[in-house]
Each structure stands twice: as structure tokens, then as C-alpha cells.
């Protein structure tokens, strides 16, 4: 299991890390023609974001926010609104694309922890297997997460949501069989 663990983990990482590379340019070139990268939060959740005495916006996420503009050469704007509000103005294709990169320090993360595993003494064996298991992963997460961005962008969720339900089910009769 260890070892299903640590190669799953170093494909999920390769995957992360290509589809952040796949990120639109044209998007970048509309924030830095704007001269303003517009960065959304709540406001009321410290020490994330929240307002100190003086009534200024402050916190981890805002000083995050402040060093990518600054890096993009830009100026951070700040939109404060409850939080349902802030996910539910994006469109299919937008919240598509926000939860694959949601997801990508995780993976990345998880795939760090188990790859010291894999290049030693319990990799023996099967780094060959774990390579090619990476590359096709990787491969295959690209055009699955190309796919199904263009998908999201005319479709709905049901289909997805209908698969959910069935895999589920599957799961739950496999597992207590």
C-alpha cells in the first residue's frame, strides 16, 4: 500500500505541476494591461484576512496577495464580500479552473512527502514502473483537465455528479462484499 501511496503521489505531483504550467497567458497579459491584479476575501477571517484597529485590511492572505502583485509588477486591489458570494460569481469554466489549481499545492505537497520513500530503499525496483506510471498520469491529467474544461464551459455538473453517485455505490457494494 505504502508503495501504491508514494507512486500515486509522485504522478499526482508531475500532474499538478503541468497543469500550472498549462495556466492561460492571456490571462496575465489582461492584469498587467489593467496595471491592477484583483484579489477577492472576506475580510473576517483572521489571521488569514481581517481589519486591525485602524480598520485596515491586514493578514497572511493580504500579505500573500501584496508580494504576487508586486511580482507581476502590478497594484493589489482587495474585494471584500461574504464568502458564497465570492465562488459564486465565477462561471462554469472559472470554478472548473480554480479547483484544479485549489488542488495543486496539496498534491504537490503530498507528493514531496513521499518521494524521499521512493528514491530510497523502498523505491528499489520499481523507480522504471514509477516513471512511466508518472508520465501517463501526467499526460492523461492534462487532457482530462483540458477536456473537462471545455466541457464545464456550455455544460452542467449533472453527468458528474450522476458518476459520483454511481462510483460511490460501487465503492460502498465492493468494499462491504
Sequence with gaps: MRLFSTGV???LAVSAFLLGAAARADDLDAIR???TLRIGTE???APFTFHDAS????GFDVEIGRKVAEQLGVTPQFLEGKWDGLIAGLDNEDAARFAFLLATPIIGAA????????????GDGIRGQALV????AAITAVFTVSFLVK????RTLVPFGVYCVLFGLFML???VA
Design 133 to 136: 506510471a508518472m508520465v501517463v
Design 9 to 11: 503521489a509522485t504522478m
Design 33 to 35: 494591461a489593467a496595471k
Design 55 to 58: 480598520g485596515a485590511l491586514v
Design 111 to 122: 507528493a514531496l512527502l513521499k518521494l524521499p520513500d521512493l528514491l530510497g530503499h523502498l
Design 151 to 154: 466541457y464545464f464551459k456550455t
Design 173 to 175: 457494494i465492493y468494499t
Design 43 to 45: 475580510g473576517t477571517y
